[in-house]
């Protein structure tokens, strides 16, 4: 799973703009309580099948990374909560190697169901901290309302409870994002349309007067299963990286884990306000958050609110209309 990063032609013009103590720094909105900011993100696994849905919870996620899974037949999403600690997260699914790069951008505690043996060795080597069924306790739990595999859950309040009772908890460094509440000049974007296979085919559409986007699969409204509500979200970036196969055998039938390639850089849209803005993403080392520059290197900032990024492999030509 090893690789060498590439970077595109521009860098970052100036170091990430420093936030406050009393500002989330995935999000950029003022907190009530700074203690919820001193403590380190949880990343959820979740199921994407058509059975797995509606998820529970997502809607409180700060960031939500979508990537496609082995046998490029669907995609599984990691959702980032710092703040927010939603007593039902999930469905709740298997870890795959993005889980690796996502847990040294953010220095978190993995939420997961298992994983390959390849995974799990990853997930040994590089002595990262995790929550699964084997030391969850009475954190995860299984609902009657949907059939196993897609009906384990967790409550994000007790896994809180039981990584500060292990001796995990402590502040880590999110520095990488800027945030304006106005736009930077883009091109008119109210639908984005991701050719992902079609069991996770995926269209947002801009709700003006909400001011976010709002998430659609498969034809279908994506609501959170706690609100009834549709998702929405105030940026969506779609995040161009390298794919491959790597030689992590995931199921019976041979299937292998897809390795996609998050240091370094390369192109991205950002989706904010109605309009698109096209630049670079860049992460100069593993234990680095992402950072989002235009051509020029300034720093492109998001809207403050939730953010949802879409991973796609560099042959992706995602529709954006106005």
Aim: aromatic letters at 10%; a neutral charge.
């Amino acid at each position: 799973m090893t690789y060498q990063p590439v970077f595109p032609a521009v860098s970052p013009a100036g170091a990430p703009p420093a936030l406050d103590a009393q500002t989330n720094p995935l999000t950029g909105n003022r907190v009530a309580d700074a203690g919820k900011l001193q403590r380190r993100p949880l990343l959820v696994r979740y199921g994407n099948d058509a059975a797995a849905r509606p998820h529970a919870g997502i809607s409180q996620a700060e960031f939500v990374f979508e990537d496609l899974m082995d046998a490029w037949w669907i995609t599984r999403l990691t959702a980032i909560f710092l703040e927010q600690e939603p007593r039902q997260a999930g469905p709740i699914r298997s870890a795959r190697p993005v889980n690796i790069e996502l847990l040294q951008a953010t220095k978190g505690v993995l939420v997961y169901s298992g994983a390959s043996i390849g995974v799990t060795q990853l997930l040994v080597q590089g002595h990262f901290d995790l929550v699964d069924e084997n030391n969850a306790g009475k954190a995860f739990f299984r609902s009657s309302q949907k059939p196993s595999p897609h009906n384990l859950y967790a409550n994000l309040a007790t896994v809180r409870e039981q990584i500060r009772a292990r001796g995990l908890e402590r502040p880590v460094d999110l520095r990488g994002l800027s945030f304006a509440p106005e736009a930077p000049a883009g091109q008119p974007a109210t639908r984005l349309a991701i050719p992902y296979p079609a069991t996770s085919s995926v269209v947002w559409t801009f709700d003006g007067q909400a001011g976010v986007y709002r998430r659609w699969v498969q034809g279908a409204a994506y609501t959170d299963a706690l609100t009834g509500a549709q998702v929405g979200c105030e940026n969506v970036i779609v995040l161009y990286a390298q794919h491959w196969e790597s030689n992590i055998v995931e199921d019976s039938r041979g299937a292998t884990a897809i390795g996609i390639a998050l240091q370094g850089g390369e192109r991205v849209h950002i989706l904010r306000d109605g309009r698109v803005i096209e630049g670079y993403w860049w992460r100069g080392g593993a234990d680095q958050f992402f950072q989002f520059i235009a051509p020029n290197g300034q720093h492109i900032p998001l809207k403050p609110g939730r953010t949802w990024v879409e991973i796609v492999p560099l042959s992706y030509k995602p529709s954006i209309t106005s």
